[in-house]
């Protein structure tokens, strides 16, 4: 009994002492972990703790690796050396560390034991090593992969490789993950990587690889290509499914569609910011062969004349900002699931859906900044579309009820276009486009359209949350135009329509929360009972005065307020200046917000929070003056004609009695 209760006493007592920071030297100890991070080391720290598992030296001033320290430590699971200046590791260092796990070399200058031509020796159990920004030239990694059986992910990211050699990962045939991004990485040699059966994910983006001539990495999941001088990528053809999920091959050089692997499980696909001018992935061959014609190539297989793209499991397909002109419907047969679709900034004239291909899990489309004049989408089309993006086009003859026959319909940007909004009882040839009876629309808009006018009801059984209308120069907003937004509308932006007059009532709007008004002509705002505007931007408008009536309506939900640049007066919006001076509504403008008052006949501009009840009280004082003195000579006007007539009264009886006693 005595025996157990010193031994559970021990114990106790070795957990308290691991649990309780320790200071040892310049180093911190918790638990089993040794922080030694950036405190001006030039060697391995000594007499730390036996059993530690974790020890960082990052951010310190070690140059060289020896035993005569690390081999003390044989526990360690994790060491972090990242941002020293390690020129030279011992050989066979970490052969007897079997516990080492997690081995963080990024950083340092270990090309300059690279030249040594020396090998690091066995990384036993090492299974993620970070060899980054060390200033590693071709086959250098060699003298730290050549014994590493466990290593499953590898980061050589930031060096100076130009090629990959067949015989470069020979010694870690576990790999899983290999980063080689920002690199000089010009040429791989044909089965650089076909040993590694268990990689799944390859990052060879920011180099300088002009081609993918024979992609056969059956077992890869997740390839970058991206920021690399590519003109074609073409996998080779067989019958074996590609396990390939993500392939980014974004801000390259490629002219046609990629030849893809037939059986394939892609999902996401970015070719954005490239220089396709056709979506023919058999114009790729054409490309590698003329390629393997000035021998810029070895070796070109061409796809089988019964090759074809099959694309079933793909959701993400990226074509953004490239020479597009066309994309025929027939290219998104097999696109069966796909949800999101950008071919933004091309120059597309004519888009066009059939129901052959329609598109029917598509969530959202991109077709924004083309030159779309025609757009034709089939009955039946797109029946999951929420969100559709066709600003900065040339659109202006849409069918009236275009938008009305998508079904899914959410949000739709239809900015920098020549659309114009058909009233509730327009005609089907009338060149106005209706936003009227879409229920599930939330999101419209349709700011620098060159709106002429917005007609009544426009909007009717339409349950908008947000309304952009910016940006339309002179458009007629009629008085009824957001009738049926009562209950939904919640933010509405009406900035540089040159309004000179809101007929809307706003106050109707019973979710309003942000209204901008801005950069108009507005010389007054009403608003006729208590609303639900937090958020109201007047800024550059021509307001002398905002209302006592409408500052009441405003005071129980308003949080903020623009108000800047507008001729306002200084002594006819006392209640606004005290809103400003007792910090009810936050001004975000406050710096430029300023008023107008009269001093000695001239105009004085001050800051709203600078002005004091005296300004106008000397303007006030005057003007008292100015009555009474009025008055009193209109007072005295009347004693003087009050006094005239008394005395010509008396002289005319005085006369009429004389003349009667004669």
Sequence with gaps: MGTCLWFLLVTVYEVAAFAQ?????????????????????????????????????????????????LSS???????????????????????????????????????????????????????????????????????????????????????????????????????????????VILEIEEGAFDSLQNLTELDLSMNSISCIADFNLFHLTSLNLSKNSMTAFQSIDSDQEFALINLDLRENKIHYFPVLPYRNRLIYLDLSRNQLHSVNFTGAAEELQYLRERDELTYVPLPNSKHKQNLCRLLYLDLSYNQLKAVPPEFFSSMVSLQTLNISNNCLRTFILDNENPLNSLKTLDLSFNNLQNLTFGKGTLQALETLHLQG??????????????????????????????????????????????????????????????????????????????????????????????????????????????????????????VDLSNNQLTSLSLSKDSTIEVLNLQNNSLEMLEDHTLMALEST???????????????????????????????DMKMATCQYKKDNEYVEINLSNMKNEHCQAKSGKGQVFVISMIAVLVLGLMVVLLVSIKLCHSRSHRFSHSYRA
């Design 73 to 183: 430590y044989a526990s360690i699971q994790q060491l972090n050396l990242h941002a020293n200046r390690i020129q030279s590791i011992q050989p066979d260092l970490f052969r007897n560390m079997t516990h080492l796990r997690v081995l963080d070399l990024s950083r340092n200058q270990l090309h300059l034991h690279a030249a040594l031509k020396m090998h690091v020796g066995p990384l036993t159990s090492v299974q993620k090593l970070d060899l980054s920004g060390n200033g590693l030239y071709t086959d250098m990694s060699d003298y730290f992969l050549r014994d590493a059986p466990a290593l499953m992910n590898l980061s050589l990211n930031g060096n100076s490789i130009t090629k990959i050699g067949k015989e470069t990962f020979n010694g870690c045939l576990a790999l899983r993950s290999i980063d080689l991004h920002n690199n």
């Design 393 to 514: 086009n040339s659109l202006s003859n849409l069918d009236s009820a275009f938008f009305s026959r998508l079904p899914s319909i959410n949000s739709l940007h239809l900015q920098l276009n020549e659309l114009n909004v058909c009233g509730p009882q327009h005609d089907q040839t009338s060149g106005c486009v209706s936003f009227s009876f879409i229920p599930t629309l939330e999101y419209l808009y349709l700011s620098e359209n060159n709106l002429l006018s917005l007609p009544a009801h426009a909007f009717r059984s339409t349950p908008l949350l947000i309304l952009d209308l910016s940006l339309n120069p002179g458009v007629e907003i009629s008085e009824q135009a957001l009738s049926g937004l009562e209950n939904s509308l919640t933010y509405l932006f009406l900035r540089e329509d040159q309004l000179q007059t809101l007929k809307m009532n706003l106050s109707l709007l019973r979710k309003l929360k942000s």
């Design 21 to 69: 920071p320790t200071m040892h030297s310049s180093c911190r100890v918790v638990l089993k972990n040794a922080y030694c991070s950036d405190v001006n080391l030039t060697s391995i720290p000594p007499q730390l703790p036996d059993g530690i598992h974790t020890l960082d030296i990052s951010h310190n001033l070690v140059q060289n690796l020896t035993d005569d320290v």
């Design 558 to 588: 308003l949080k903020m307020l623009h108000v800047s640049m507008n001729p306002l007066s200084c002594c006819r919006n006392t209640r606004l200046i005290s809103w400003v001076q007792q910090g009810r509504v936050t001004f975000p």
